[in-house]
């Protein structure tokens, strides 16, 4: 009797203990279910550690479902319209290359008539400065303190941007889009590219500003043709970078300043190249800098 007294006294106080443990548990449960969550979902949940990266791979996962799709599907097309499609395509494949190159092969023909009408320009207003051999240069040589003297020589050097970016860049130095339309005579100009967007047309043989264009295509030239569009203008040949003549004559100061400063002297006609960059900081949010200057 009096070992059965014992027992029944022993279960009732493991179930006592048992209750309070139960009753203080939901005060530390939180902190412990949250950390045991992130180890979990880290160690044993593949599918949350997936779409905590999905930001990072979404349209990876995204082509890799439609794939999967795809595959199941083909198999239900009729076999009929799949013996036809291979020659289809082929044929559709030719066309479209050939329109490619046929529109490629206009835009470069476009481009060298825009450069040569430019070039033209400036040699024109080089040559109403005095004769060609007032300075001490023979025929043919260029004024190294003309546009195009300073075009020779000068290589500027763009960061890679985003597009909103890359505009509000261009706009700090009123750096304007233009391009020839397709009646070769005409130059189509974007102006404001962050902004509103300014569109306007002029004569090309008017136009004296000094021009650039991309020495290969790269992410840049391709936000060119990005911008013009988002503007409703369609690029009918390469796209050049106008600058305004005042941003010309701060480069040229620039150009002059470090001459003296690293070389102590003067004469800009010793010079074979003037390396310029874009950096971020100063009025607008972006500056040029004079990084390297080569001499004859």
Do not use: C
């Not at 060609?132 to 260029?142: D, E, F, P, V, Y």
């Amino acid at each position: 009797m009096a070992f059965t007294t014992s027992v029944a006294m022993g279960l009732i106080l493991i179930g006592f203990v048992f209750l309070m443990t139960v009753k203080a548990a939901p005060r530390s449960l939180p902190l412990v279910s949250v950390a045991l969550q992130a180890v979990q979902a880290d160690s044993t949940a593949p599918q949350a550690d997936q779409a905590a990266q999905a930001p990072e791979f979404q349209q990876l996962s995204a082509a890799a479902a439609d794939a999967k799709e795809e595959k199941v599907e083909l198999p239900e097309l009729p076999r009929a319209e799949t013996t036809l499609k291979p020659t289809e395509l082929v044929g559709n494949q030719a066309d479209s290359e050939k329109q490619l190159q046929e529109t490629d092969a206009a835009l470069r023909e476009a481009g060298d008539m825009l450069r040569r009408i430019l070039e033209a320009n400036q040699n024109r207003q080089d040559d109403s400065a005095g004769p060609s051999g007032a300075s001490g240069r023979g025929i043919g040589q260029l004024d190294p303190n003309s546009t195009p003297g300073r075009q020779a020589r000068w290589v500027i050097t763009y960061p890679t941007l985003p597009q909103n970016d890359y505009e509000r860049m261009l706009d700090s130095f009123r750096i304007e889009l233009a391009f020839l339309k397709v009646d070769r005579k005409t130059m189509q100009y974007l102006a404001h590219l962050s902004g509103a967007g300014k569109i306007y047309s002029g004569n090309a043989s008017n136009e004296d500003r000094m021009f650039w264009y991309w020495m290969s295509n790269n992410r840049l030239s391709e936000l060119d043709d990005a911008i013009l569009r988002r503007y409703g203008l369609d690029p009918t040949s390469d796209v050049v970078h106008l600058y305004p003549k005042d941003l010309e004559k701060r480069l040229a100061e620039m150009e002059r300043d470090y001459l003296r400063r690293q070389f102590k002297q003067s004469d800009v006609e010793k010079i074979a190249q003037t390396n310029f960059k874009i950096f971020p900081g100063g009025t607008g949010g972006w500056h040029l800098e004079v990084t390297s200057l080569v001499l004859r």
